[in-house]
């Protein structure tokens, strides 16, 4: 007998009783096993039966203890008992029998079509716990195999009950997470508030020198909240990855900037030394001597202004101040100076100069000089580019004046595939030659000024081009 399945354990020490019992479970498809002491009883349990048919008056021990000791018994404690009785036929002794831990009790003498009733009724209630059982112990691995620590919440906020992941991230036991307010549990943790993280929303929280992403899922049960999902995610290899691809960007931008320094201030340097030259062969102090003076002169004012615009590039502030737009476009366009006559491109400009932001300059003007570059990479020889800043409306919790800048191109064009991608880390369309991360970086940078980013492209020949909006709140 290596299954149990469609085995009825018959109890009874009278042989009568057994026969009739056992010949109705035959004939309704059972197989049978018999015991006539309530000791053999426990010996065939072993053996799992599907059902334990028991009689209360036995020989060696009562029914009740029987059923007890089955119930304490682990190998045992699912199988479902019937207890049959004779002799206690009044209410207490079905009550003490069902808190004994029988499933169920009758009396005899029993119907045979009652008593195969009662057996089909157990087994299915068996195999119906069984299965709720086995799901939710796969729904508990699976729970724990996460590698994101997961809640689960009610509706007031409580923790009901939480996976190995959220215990490990936290460093906490189940019980001191469990029963515990998320609010209470977040601010403690990470100093944050639960009324910060709305629905579906990310936000980001660390704690010593790992960093943490949130979310919080609303859960509902006939449209009504009844509750939440609450996810946490350790971060802190992504945010490695991406400190250590922004060092490279600006490594990249340092290596860029280097051949501009050279190519830009290598052009007055040799008019200077041409000037010197015929410096020497003029008279002192004639008229052609101050007009090589003067002309050296303004050479080395124009060599101050690149290099003051190379330094303040990176310079960054430590807090927020306001921004000149149109100078940080200036010389992002500075930069991209001899990139922009070697294609020989057109670049108009449209500003209000009584529209102003607040923000931190190096960035900025690193989010201007990523867009211009694009922008040139993208157009055609002899194109034109159009840099554009006006006013607009955002809306947040509600409509604030923002300022909108544009650079638009005539070039390529990006094709839809590929613009809801533009904005990811390390996505790129150039090949070895693109690092995928300046307009990951806009973007980011963008985002930490409460500003958003707008893209709008089309590749029809004769009429291909792209248009990329910075929208930032305005002062």
Not at 287 to 298: G, M, N, T
Not at 354 to 362: I, N, T, Y
Not at 413 to 418: F, T
Request: one cysteine or more; aromatic letters at 6%; hydrophobic letters at 40%.
């Amino acid at each position: 007998m290596s299954t149990g399945k469609d085995i009825v354990l018959v109890v009874d020490d009278r042989p009568a009783n057994r026969y009739t019992i056992v010949h109705a479970l035959k004939r309704a498809g059972f197989e049978t096993m018999e015991a006539d002491t309530g000791k053999e009883a426990l010996d065939l349990a072993k053996q799992v039966p599907a059902v334990i048919l028991l009689d209360v008056k036995l020989p060696d021990i009562l029914g009740y203890e029987v059923c007890r000791r089955l119930k304490s018994n682990p190998r045992t404690s699912h199988i479902p008992v019937l207890q049959l009785s004779a002799a206690f036929l009044d209410n207490e002794s079905r009550v003490y029998a069902l808190e004994s831990g029988a499933d169920a009790y009758l009396t005899q003498p029993v119907e045979p079509n009652v008593l195969i009733a009662t057996v089909k009724s157990l087994i299915k209630v068996h195999e119906a716990e069984s299965l709720a059982k086995l799901s939710a112990k796969q729904w508990q691995a699976t729970f724990d195999a996460l590698s994101e620590g997961v809640a689960v919440l009610d509706e007031a906020g409580t923790i009901q009950r939480c996976n190995r992941a959220m215990s490990d991230l936290l460093e906490r036991t189940y019980s001191e997470i469990e029963g515990r307010s998320l609010s209470e549990l977040m601010q403690e943790c990470f100093g944050i508030q639960v009324s910060e993280l709305g629905s579906s929303q990310l936000q980001e929280a660390s704690s010593g020198a790992r960093y943490f992403q949130t979310r919080l899922e609303p859960v509902f049960l006939d449209s009504i909240q009844s509750g939440s999902i609450f996810v946490l995610a350790d971060i802190s290899q992504q945010k490695l990855a991406e400190h250590a691809a922004l060092q490279n960007e600006r490594l990249a931008a340092t290596g860029r900037m280097a051949h501009t320094i050279a190519h830009e201030i290598n052009n007055p340097l040799e008019a200077i030394t041409n000037l010197l030259f015929l410096l020497k062969s003029a008279t002192p102090g004639s008229k052609e001597a101050v007009s090589y003076l003067a002309s050296a002169e303004d050479e080395l004012v124009r060599v101050s202004r690149i290099a003051r615009q190379i330094l303040s590039f990176h310079r960054e502030s430590d807090t927020p101040i306001e921004l000149n737009l149109p100078e940080l476009i200036e010389n992002a366009l500075a930069l991209n100076n001899r990139s922009i006559q070697e294609k020989n491109l057109q670049v108009s400009r449209e500003w209000d100069a009584d529209l102003s932001v607040r923000g931190f300059p190096a960035q900025m003007r690193q989010v201007f000089s990523n867009l211009l570059r694009n922008a040139i990479e993208a157009s055609f020889e002899g194109g034109r580019i159009r840099i554009k800043i006006s006013s607009c409306t955002i809306h947040h919790s509600g409509p604030q004046r923002a300022v909108r800048v544009t650079v638009a191109d005539c070039g390529v064009g990006i094709p839809e595939r590929n613009r809801e991608k533009i904005f990811n880390a390390f996505f790129t369309t150039k090949e070895l030659k693109g690092t995928g991360i300046g307009l990951w970086l806009s973007s980011s940078i963008i985002q930490e000024h409460r500003g958003r980013i707008q893209v709008r492209s089309r590749i029809e020949p004769g009429h291909s081009g792209t248009c990329i909006s910075i929208l930032l709140p305005a002062e």
